[in-house]
């Protein structure tokens, strides 16, 4: 079974960093591509950072600049990198598998296999 697991969530103040982690298992993990949502209370989950398996990036624009994805597939871990975290980054973070290639917009329907989440609260 595919399983993802997130970690690195917490608390930071507005301008802080946070790495955020995924772990994959079940998948041979460089053969897809990956993804970073985000949902904040009351809102649809947005993507907001991916990445294909030949490590193109794509991201959401309002965190162009700030946000960092990689890949690692020897260890088959995805990663987060946040950095000038604003108060609207706040929400649960999930990561997702796709096996399309991405698209600029991110859409959530390219993506499945969410992980648990990890809470980001920016203050």
């Known amino acids: 079974d595919v399983q993802l697991v997130e970690s690195g969530g917490g608390s930071v103040q507005a301008g802080g960093s946070l790495k955020l982690s995924c772990a994959a298992s079940?998948?041979?993990?460089?053969?897809?591509?990956m993804g970073w949502f985000r949902q904040a209370p009351g809102k649809q989950r947005e993507g907001v950072a991916a990445?294909?398996?030949?490590?193109?990036?794509v991201y959401k624009d309002s965190v162009k600049g700030r946000f960092t994805t990689s890949r690692d597939n020897a260890k088959s871990t995805l990663i987060l990198q946040m950095a000038s975290l604003k108060t609207e980054d706040t929400g649960m973070y999930y990561c997702?598998?796709?096996?399309?290639?991405?698209?600029?917009?991110?859409?959530?329907?390219?993506?499945?296999?969410w992980g648990q989440g990890t809470q980001v609260t920016v203050s």
């Open positions: 997702a598998v796709s096996r399309r290639t991405c698209q600029p917009s991110i859409p959530r329907a390219d993506f499945g296999f």
């Open positions: 079940g998948v041979t993990f460089s053969n897809y591509s």
């Open positions: 990445i294909d398996r030949d490590g193109t990036t």
